[in-house]
T-cell receptor, first 116, second 111 residues
Framework: AAGVIQSPRHLIKEKRETATLKCYPI?????VYWYQQGPGQDPQFLIS???????DKGSIPDRFSAQQFSDYHSELNMSSLELGDSALYFC???????????????FGSGTRLTVV | AQSVTQLDSHVSVSEGTPVLLRCNYS??????LFWYVQHPNKGLQLLLK??????LVKGINGFEAEFKKSETSFHLTKPSAHMSDAAEYFC?????????FGTGTQLKVEL
């Protein structure tokens, strides 16, 4: 079965550079979530999109932005990178029912970003 | 609002003995509850999920969890631990527009 695809798998950037992470949800899933997991930390919610509109916002820095496109894939754009941005970035997707229940939460394998 | 508490940050068991990882939750919604496992340097893998069907949920690799609404608990169990079960386990509550993760329980399996 198709899963959530994230690219790239690994990324190395220098301080103050920019990075773009991509997430391709499971077909027919309409909701995408981004999480950041620092070394030894539990995943922290960054932002989510439902039907191409931002649906919730967590602890996402102002230097980061994200969007969901017409084909439901999402991109997380990170500018002015800092050493502390080094982390594993997970994307998840789900199908949202009219009653706002979510089914089929599935995570991608993550993008490991290292800022040097 | 929702939250999840994993009561033990570390659990150590001997191979072949039962595993119990404890999780309590709170949620303003009818919650969806999940257990994910993460092996070192790997992504999150879904073990099992509860979405208002049967209260006893069976997952992969012999794990199961029981949803107890009166106790707001969703503890993860396995009858007999295997060395390959050593990993970090996250209890997760879903509702609204996001998932809320517990802080994780590190499971160590000894010979």
């Amino acid at each position: 079965a198709a899963g959530v695809i994230q690219s790239p798998r690994h990324l190395i950037k220098e301080k103050r550079e920019t990075a773009t992470l991509k997430c391709y949800p499971i077909p027919r899933h309409d909701t995408v979530y981004w999480y950041q997991q620092g070394p030894g930390q539990d995943p922290q919610f960054l932002i989510s999109f439902y039907e191409k509109m931002q649906s919730d916002k967590g602890s996402i820095p102002d230097r980061f932005s994200a969007q969901q496109f017409s084909d439901y894939h999402s991109e997380l754009n990170m500018s002015s990178l800092e050493l502390g941005d080094s982390a594993l970035y997970f994307c998840a997707s789900s199908l949202t029912s009219p009653g706002q229940s979510h089914y089929g939460y599935t995570f991608g394998s993550g993008t490991r970003l290292t800022v040097v | 609002a929702q939250s999840v508490t994993q009561l033990d940050s570390h659990v150590s068991v001997s191979e072949g003995t039962p595993v119990l990882l404890r999780c309590n939750y709170s949620s303003s919604y009818s919650p969806s509850l999940f257990w994910y496992v993460q092996h070192p340097n790997k992504g999150l893998q879904l073990l099992l999920k509860y979405t208002s069907a049967a209260t006893l949920v069976k997952g992969i690799n012999g794990f199961e969890a029981e949803f107890k609404k009166s106790e707001t608990s969703f503890h993860l169990t396995k009858p007999s631990a295997h060395m390959s079960d050593a990993a970090e386990y996250f209890c997760v509550v879903g509702g609204g527009n996001k998932l809320t993760f517990g802080t994780g329980t590190q499971l160590k399996v000894e010979l």
